[in-house]
């Protein structure tokens, strides 16, 4: 096998591990690790479940705000499938589909909300690093209590 082949199979394998990272960072609540999985800027598309605008964060910003919603949930679980990973030069994409489960107890209407949908990244290699520099998510279904998230973007944890 040819150095080239190496190299491009070296890189899908560290882009499929970086999406596994991504859904345990989230889960296990390491924000540090979930900000080092991206670029300083991040395109965010989260259009087609919340309606906003699609748009580039600062990494640091978009992990505190989902730190301040998931970090109060009781429990979060992301199951995400086989990536299909696209290289071409220092830029790759990977699609992959995610049922995303979210808990919080003791709320009115279900202490349980499951979305479930696609995962569209943009890679950039960054030294020898792959760094996530985009993410649409498109939600295909949902089924539960969804007002879980507003309940605990509201909520205060004990410091």
């Known amino acids: 096998m040819d150095e080239s082949k190496l190299r491009e199979l070296a890189a899908r394998v560290e882009i499929s591990e970086n999406i596994g990272r991504f859904a345990q960072s989230a889960d ?10 991206f670029t300083e800027v991040v395109y965010l598309d989260y259009s087609s479940l919340t309606g906003q605008e699609p748009d580039r964060k600062g990494a640091r910003d978009l992990v505190e705000e989902w730190a301040a919603v ?7 679980q992301h199951f995400i499938g086989p990536p299909t990973v696209t290289i071409d030069g220092d830029e790759a994409t990977a699609v992959a589909y995610f049922q995303a489960q979210h808990r919080l107890h ?7 909300w499951t979305l479930g949908g696609r995962y569209d990244f943009a890679f950039e290699l960054r030294g020898e690093d792959w760094k996530i520099s985009g993410l649409t998510m498109t939600a295909m279904w949902g089924e539960g209590n969804q007002n879980i998230m507003a309940l605990a973007a509201s909520r205060r944890r004990p410091s």
């Open 70 to 76: 998931l970090g109060n949930l009781d429990a979060t």
């Open 106 to 112: 003791n709320v009115t209407g279900g202490e349980k």
């Open 28 to 37: 296990s609540r390491d924000w540090e690790g979930l900000a080092s999985l």
